[in-house]
């Protein structure tokens, strides 16, 4: 029959402090296991890595001949006619060096 007083026992030490409470970006994935699951899942992975390629290097090529890319094409055009006004009718009522 044990008496008095149990001993108080130490919290263990942090060793490792992570943020928990945040949770991970990007979706869970499970990597298959079967070999023919493993297989398949590369070949995936490649027909979409390529797949993407083709699309961004068709997306660059139309944009390289359009030009300046505008969300509205009305706006842009009437600034670039009033540039063009403004270089070639400056104001006659600004200052002069005379």
Known sequence: MAQGQLKKTK????KNVKNL???KKGAKVIA?????LV????IVK???ASI???IERQMAV????VGKLTIMKKLAD????ASKDKKLNPKKGGKTGN
């Open 32 to 36: 298959p296991k079967q070999k023919a």
């Open 11 to 14: 919290a263990p030490a942090n």
């Open 78 to 81: 009437e600034g670039a006619e």
């Open 62 to 65: 139309k944009a390289g001949a």
């Open 52 to 54: 993407n390629r083709n």
């Open 21 to 23: 409470s945040k949770p």
């Open 39 to 42: 297989k398949q899942k590369q």
């Open 46 to 48: 490649k027909l979409s």
